[in-house]
């Protein structure tokens, strides 16, 4: 049986390392600061250089006020803040189809595979500190009659473990 284990979608989120500045300068400018350096180490704009960044006109992440997307962009890709409360921090949502479009350009361009790890090594800066908020997991079972409930029996019973190891 060929068994395809793979990120569905995620969620980051970035927050300021250095708090000392005023309230309104989150909405005035440090947000789109965070935000810019997070496209520049991400690269995201050179791996999607047909989809421009621009203010989301909706569809923004569930309590977030401002956002942006890659405009015309065939999958859902959202970055997302709130002007006042900053603990929120900075939303970036990968869907399925946006993490593997991503991963797929990036390997074209600069000619090396990407995975979440090496991606988090790359976005890393001093100026924002960030965590993985939300991860799906996808596990595709290719070209067998899978039963899916009775796997999921299995599992519920205890007679089936999963187990991951990524080295």
Partial sequence: ????????????????????????????????????????KSKLLTVFPNYPI??????????YIFGYELQNS???????????????????????????EYRKNYETIFNEKIHLHTFFQMISDDEYSFRLSRID???DFKNENVDIAKIHRSLESGRT??????V
Avoid: C
């Fill in 74 to 100: 065939p999958f859902y890709f959202r970055i997302a803040y709130h002007p006042t409360y900053i603990k929120m921090g900075i939303s970036i949502y990968f869907s399925a189809y946006a993490w593997a």
């Fill in 1 to 40: 049986m060929s068994v395809t284990p793979d990120i569905d979608q995620f969620t980051i989120i970035l927050q300021p390392t250095d708090l000392n500045f005023e309230f309104e300068e989150w909405d005035e400018h440090i947000a789109d600061n965070l935000i810019n350096t997070f496209l520049i």
């Fill in 54 to 63: 621009a203010e989301s006109d909706g569809g923004i992440l569930k309590s």
């Fill in 161 to 166: 473990e999963f187990r991951y190891n990524h």
């Fill in 137 to 139: 997991m996808a596990v």
